[in-house]
């Protein structure tokens, strides 16, 4: 069964760009998260992506938007790249509905480099 | 706003040694509480995690209680490994809508044999 999966693994941008992330959740999940993670610090809750739609989001500026597709799986867009966008960008996948089974399971992460 | 504070790091033990790793929470409502394991070059892994007051998560030897009348969630295990070198991160997160996980700063551990 494979867990969440990120790519790409590193990425390398200058400053002004536009990236896009990919993540592919764990099966049999619905929601996916996105996660920035600063060197040196605790994940930063970016949003949150179920039905397509986001449903939550964090303190993040309208640089940072997202996209849920029909087979569950995500992606995160950062346009204009500011240096201190360089961190671990994180995507977790869950399944919503079920209490029990609400736990958010990570992919390895994308490093994105801003030069 | 909800919030984790976990022990300042790095922290370095001998292996066999008893471990801690304090953290603290402030939240509105009942959140559940996690503490997740980052290996280098991984991603977070759910080490474990409990859900009401003076719930036990344990996992792998490692264990930690729900204490809500001192709001915390200390992370401990009796006999360290070298395997458990890594960073902790305690999280927690509210029970209703998206259940968005708010960390802690992280704790790096580094066991010598």
């Known amino acids: 069964d494979a867990g969440v999966t990120q790519s790409p693994t590193h990425l390398i941008k200058t400053r002004g760009q536009q990236v896009t992330l990919r993540c592919s959740p764990k099966?049999?999940?619905?929601?996916v998260s996105w996660y920035q993670q600063a060197l040196g610090q605790g994940p930063q809750f970016i949003f949150q992506?179920?039905?397509?739609?986001?449903?939550q989001r964090g303190n993040f500026p309208d640089r940072f938007s997202g996209h849920q597709f029909p087979n569950y799986s995500s992606e995160l867009n950062v346009n204009a790249l500011l240096l201190g966008d360089s961190a671990l960008y994180l995507c977790?996948?869950?399944?919503?509905?079920?209490?029990?089974?609400?736990?958010?399971?990570f992919g390895a992460g994308t490093r994105l480099s801003v030069l | 706003g909800d919030s984790v504070t976990q022990m300042e790091g790095p922290v370095t033990l001998s292996e066999e040694a008893f471990l801690t790793i304090n953290c603290t929470y402030t939240a509105t409502g009942y959140p559940s509480l996690f503490w997740y394991v980052q290996y280098p070059g991984e991603g977070l892994q759910l080490l474990l995690k409990a859900t009401k007051a003076d719930d036990k998560g344990s996992n792998k030897g490692f264990e930690a209680t729900y204490r809500k009348e001192t709001t915390s969630f200390h992370l401990e295990k009796g006999s360290v490994q070298v395997s458990d070198s890594a960073v902790y991160f305690c999280?927690?997160?509210?029970?209703?809508?998206?259940?968005?996980?708010?960390f802690g700063q992280g704790t790096r551990l580094t066991i010598n044999p």
């Open positions: 992506y179920y039905e397509e739609e986001e449903r």
């Open positions: 999280a927690l997160s509210d029970k209703q809508g998206a259940q968005k996980l708010v």
């Open positions: 977790a996948s869950s399944q919503t509905g079920v209490v029990a089974k609400n736990i958010q399971y």
């Open positions: 099966s049999g999940h619905d929601t």
